[in-house]
């Protein structure tokens, strides 16, 4: 089993293959925040530890500050109403 450790701040777990990566990368970089994209298009074990951790098997994932926002439609909504500013400024 993959054991991921996190750094403090924006990590998008994707595949080579996913229209709502890409989505997700454009928004962040949008919006100016920098992040750690993790590829797991060939990597089953790193695959099956964001099943372990999220209950989810589409990509992406996000994390902000080592918690789960979801993918996508979860990132533009916090954008939507106001929160994603403030989650992103508490990245020390």
Do not use: H
């Not at 054991?3 to 777990?13: E, N, P, Q």
């Not at 990509?59 to 909504?77: H, M, S, Y």
């Amino acid at each position: 089993m993959v054991m991921l450790f996190f750094m403090a701040g924006v990590t998008v777990y994707s595949t080579n293959s996913c229209g709502y990566c890409v989505r997700a990368k454009m928004l962040l970089k949008k919006l100016g925040v920098k992040f750690q994209e993790v590829d797991v298009t060939n990597d089953p074990d790193k695959r099956e530890w964001l099943v372990a951790t999220t209950g989810r098997r589409m990509v992406p994932q996000i994390f902000i500050n080592d918690n789960a926002i979801g993918g996508f439609d979860e990132l533009a909504a916090l954008e939507r109403q106001g929160k994603l500013a403030a989650m992103i400024a508490e990245i020390a």
